[in-house]
């Protein structure tokens, strides 16, 4: 079993940034593929962007590409979101979920979440 904790949210005006990151633990977390999603009140869970357990084949939502850039420390077992250029809309709950590489990109595991807030 993987266990995921984020943090670095908080609140933020518009064109600000912040770096979320996602500690993992109980497993080999280099064998787990990473991704971000995130929650905006009275949405569905959404897709944010993923990264392959190697750190490579980086993959983005379209409406935060260019904007956001994940990455990821295997040494520290930890995973980040950059976030830039914020927009009010990126407004949401973040999740962290992993997969072990066997998966794909089918996360079993999933974080408790961070709080991002975008002041306009």
């Known amino acids: 079993q993987v266990q995921l904790v984020e943090s670095g949210g908080g609140l933020v005006q518009a064109g600000g940034s912040l770096r979320l990151s996602c500690a993992a633990s109980?497993?080999?977390?280099?064998?787990?593929?990473m991704g971000w999603f995130r929650q905006a009140p009275g949405k569905e869970r959404g897709f944010v962007a993923r990264?392959?357990?190697?750190?490579?084949?980086?993959l983005y939502a379209d409406n935060v590409k260019g904007r956001f850039t994940i990455s990821r420390d295997n040494a520290k077992n930890t995973v980040y979101l950059q976030m830039n250029s914020l927009k009010p809309e990126d407004t949401a709950v973040y999740y962290c979920?992993?997969?072990?590489?066997?998966?794909?990109?089918?996360?079993?595991?999933w974080g408790q979440g961070t709080q991002v807030t975008v002041s306009s």
């Open positions: 979920g992993s997969s072990h590489y066997t998966r794909g990109y089918d996360y079993n595991y």
């Open positions: 109980g497993r080999t977390v280099s064998n787990y593929n």
């Open positions: 990264i392959s357990r190697s750190g490579g084949n980086p």
